[in-house]
């Protein structure tokens, strides 16, 4: 995919199961969108953000290390900080868990000057059914690598979406990086 960049084992099966852990230590939020709106028709998840919770500072490493290397050798954007914290997100077949076709931009200080956006596979692909994340960077849609400790980054404008998931659950990381607003 030209404006994807795709990493097959961002994190071991290890990490992304303490990744798991730590977002699971204290209850998890229910989801929202841009400027604290909620709306379960476009997004059913429950979200752990990660600078709220002890422990969690090599993954912010981790993060920062593969963003700077699909930056330098894929996309050369102008990136000036991670203004967000990173969030661990559950999507459950209990209430189909989805995230409705959008992009990464949108209002608000923040979300305005999105320009790099990484989801990391945290669950075991045999842990789910549905749940898929598909991108659609140009005319085709494609699906994200389902393999745990996978890592996709794209410019924060492509669509994307989570597909319901019919049983089971699957965790996902996602971050964003910041710069000067496209124009």
């Excluded at 842990?127 to 494609?142: H, K, M, S, T």
Aim: hydrophobic residues 40%; proline residues 4%; charged residues 25%.
């Amino acid at each position: 995919m030209l404006s994807v960049y795709a990493f097959e084992a961002a994190f071991s099966p290890a990490e992304c199961d303490a990744i798991i852990s730590l977002a699971r230590e204290e209850d998890l939020a229910d989801a929202g969108l841009v400027k604290n709106r909620s709306d379960h028709n476009l997004r059913r998840a429950d979200l752990a953000w990660l600078d709220e919770r002890e422990g969690g500072e090599w993954i912010m490493e981790r993060i920062m290390a593969l963003v700077a290397e699909a930056n330098r050798s894929h996309f050369d954007f102008a990136l000036t900080e991670f203004g967000e914290s990173p969030q661990v997100a559950r999507y459950g077949a209990e209430r189909e868990g989805h995230f409705v076709w959008h992009s990464d931009v949108g209002e608000g200080a923040l979300a305005s000057r999105r320009k790099l956006t990484m989801v990391v596979q945290l669950s075991e692909p045999s842990d789910y059914q549905g749940g898929a994340l598909e991108l659609q960077p140009d005319a085709n849609i494609r699906e994200a690598d389902r393999a745990k400790g996978s890592a996709i980054l794209f410019p924060s404008f492509v669509l994307h979406r989570v597909t319901p998931v019919t049983s089971g659950e699957r965790y996902s990381l996602s971050t964003w990086v910041h710069g000067p607003a496209f124009r």
